[in-house]
């Protein structure tokens, strides 16, 4: 006899079952699943699958990228990860979680949760992070021309589902599959090719990168049939609620020379809005010279733009009252908001890497305009709206409610010596609260639904 784990009912003391846990594997429904990159890879997970949990937390999708071209291939700062366009879960046709240029989110939460330990050791290991060298500098990660990896990605980090608050077990006997789609982006969407010696373009096409050996590695716990209806007895009306957090984006162009405040609308219609992330990424330098793709991984480059200043705006009226949060010349104010959304404020032994590379070098690290030496932009601009937390998980008071408001994003662009700065892309990534539930009574559909 072994006991059913709390994660399975948060708050109830659990009680002793017939169980069993072991690893199963899901490949996808393309035929041979080798693909290059532009691709769009599908899962199906689970359905009619009787007492057996997908333990998320150490589930993970397994692949191989070769590089075919005839040059060596820079992974983004957060690795392999960094390639993925978007990611979305459905069941039933019903969309549960869409990640939206999950490549530029997965950096946005690289550079400010990443330590140099994780880099070094896990990090590396299984996704191709970006290492670090004894003086504390990032090093490029290569594939070289010819030559292939295998990486190991966590899926909680894929759907809202996977990383449930209250659950770490998903049941997997809904009626139908959960359908869970990769949009792997194309050849020059994130990453670089190495240059040639005479630094001559570098003709590239999707079939450069390959994909093969997909398969999501599952750790399931399978109940017996008497544990699981005590299981299911135990939620009230036979109904499990997920409470996970997702996050949506919002993306705008900001034209060359931009100077003075600026409003971006975001229009967010959330019952529970928990934070903010935003970030900038060079589009042209400041001669309106555009970025050669091949070489420069514009979505690991973020960028400070000359922001002096931001505000969320709710309804004509700044969250913050009459101040915003104010970006110095050192950004110390910016990295403690984004320490903040991290709950890593006090957090002295977590030893982050990119934002602790701010006060080592504040020029080589914030680039105010993109210039063909920007090489290790990491700037994250962050705002909490969690206005009361309990230790690192339990959030006494959490989020606010825009869900008929009018919402903006409000910057103050500073000027810079020469005047000149080129034009940016404008990532806006908010996180809120959202809700799934699942209905196992005799009369429910046994399917995913998500409610606000």
Known sequence: MSALPLQFIANKQSDAVNSTSFISRVTPVQSGARVTAGTTVQFKIGGSMAGQYLDCENTFLKFKLSNK???????????????????????SGSQLSHYQEYGVLRNVIHF?????????????????CHVTDSAGVTSTHDIDAGEDRTFCCPISNHASLFNS???????????????LFYELGNVTYAGYFKKTANNDPIPLTDQDLEYSDFEIVMSIVQLDQASEMKHISHHEKQTMIFECVSTGLNQFVVPANTLGMQTFPLGLGYSNLQSLDFCFT????????????????????????FLERYDFIVDGQSIEATRGVKIDKDSAEAVAMSLISSSKLTDFDSDLFFLSKKFQSIDEIIHDYQSARVTDASFVASLDLCVMK??????????????????QLQCTFGANATGLRGVSNLFVFPHFRQHII?????SGDGLFHVIQ
């Open 282 to 305: 060079p589009v042209t330098d400041n001669t309106g010279k555009s970025w050669d793709h091949s070489r420069n991984d514009t979505r690991s480059q973020f960028i400070r733009n």
């Open 69 to 91: 071209s005839a040059h060596a291939f820079d992974l983004p700062k957060c690795g392999v990860e960094g390639l993925i366009r978007s990611i979305s879960l459905l069941n």
């Open 390 to 407: 309990n230790g690192k998980q339990d959030l006494i008071c959490s989020g606010r409610s825009v869900l008929e408001a009018s919402t």
């Open 438 to 442: 699942l209905d196992m009574s005799p």
């Open 112 to 128: 400010k949760n990443s330590t140099k330990g994780y880099l070094e050791g896990a990090g590396n290991a299984l996704v191709g």
């Open 165 to 179: 608050k209250n659950a770490r077990y998903i049941p997997l006997n809904t009626k139908t599959t959960l359908d």
